[in-house]
């Protein structure tokens, strides 16, 4: 049965193009065992990289989220991509390390946020393969060119809709981003900015690649933004769902305290994932259970294939960036 407050906030998304689910996750049931597995990872991490001399300390006595902080603080991206759930399309090495443990494959198929979910996608629902995993430390701690950087999984995230990084084929795909907070997201730590009702037109805007004239650059020109934009701090626990085609960035973080997110893509089964032959996978289907992923191990085995597959056939960058307009260069 559809309760009232799914109704509003099912009708919140379609008109003006994002919602928040208000403690839709339960914070010590559905989320610190995330947190939890991400500091026993990290603590691998940092022991193999002391070890390998490849970082100068081991940032003893200090909380998961603050050595967390203070890891990615300290060597930027470097090695960011052990924790990260996604693999850019910028290498064809069948060895990239990758965020696969199982905590976040329980999260990825949770079922409060699956029930969450039938409200926006109905009962089919399938899994992109399309993530982002944010972890940003106070900006004044990081180096110049992390805090340049445009890729915004570590500074500030510029101006974009998500939909620029699907491919054409799934314009019509019917993906929802959820982004979930591991930490209170606040306007100090650099919650998120939203532009209501900016995916009505129903078009990509213009997206810039990092150019010579603005090589720190990457998503929608500041001046092309509409005035309107709302701040979305939330607590842990709480989702916020937003259209592919809502426009949307983050503040700064100004505070002491770490930024620490995920942007989750969800669509309905069977509809084209738009992720260069990358599959989106069940993780609910009321018509057939049987089909559901239900194991870490299958979810594991699903991107140890792909990553080989694209080493053994190359990969291609498919995100759709605006490369001659004016705005742009």
């Known amino acids: 049965m559809v309760t009232a407050e799914e109704t509003r906030s099912a009708t919140e998304l379609r ?9 839709a996750l339960n914070p010590a049931e559905d989320v610190q065992p995330l947190i939890d597995e991400y500091g026993l990872v990290l603590d691998e991490l940092i ?78 629902i399938a899994v992109n393969s399309l993530h982002i995993t944010r972890i940003k430390p106070p900006e004044k701690s990081l180096s110049k060119s992390v805090q340049g950087s445009p890729n915004g999984a570590i500074s500030k995230t510029l101006w974009h809709q998500d939909l620029w990084a699907f491919q054409t084929d799934a314009d019509d795909t019917k993906a929802i981003t959820v982004w979930v907070p591991m930490v209170p997201a606040d306007e100090e730590n650099g919650c998120l900015l939203v532009v209501p009702y900016s995916h009505l037109p129903g078009e990509l805007a213009i997206h810039c690649k990092p150019s010579e004239r603005r090589p720190d650059f990457k998503g929608i020109p500041d001046e092309i933004v509409s005035d309107q934009r709302v701040a979305v701090p939330c607590e842990v626990g709480d989702v916020l769902i937003l259209d592919k085609l809502t426009q949307h960035s983050s503040l700064e973080n100004t505070s002491n305290r770490l930024r620490w997110s995920f942007d989750l893509r969800y669509q309905p089964i069977g509809q084209s994932p738009g992720q260069g032959g990358r599959p989106a996978w069940t993780a609910r ?45």
């Open 15 to 23: 008109e003006q193009g994002y919602t928040v689910l208000r403690g």
């Open 47 to 124: 022991t193999s990289l002391h070890a390998e001399g490849k970082i100068s300390h081991q940032f003893p006595g200090l909380s998961t989220l603050d050595r967390l902080a203070a890891f990615v603080a300290e060597t930027g991206d470097k090695f960011f991509q052990h924790l990260s759930i996604h693999v850019a399309f910028d290498s064809a090495d069948a060895n990239r390390p990758m965020y696969l443990h199982p905590e976040m494959f329980n999260l990825l198929r949770n079922p409060h946020l699956l029930d969450s979910l039938e409200q926006f996608l109905g009962p089919e």
């Open 285 to 329: 289907s009321r018509s057939n259970p049987r089909s559901e992923m239900r194991s870490f191990e299958e979810w594991e085995t699903m991107w140890r294939g792909i990553l080989a597959h694209e080493a053994e056939v190359g990969v291609t960058d498919h995100t759709r960036f605006s490369l001659n307009n004016p705005l742009c260069v």
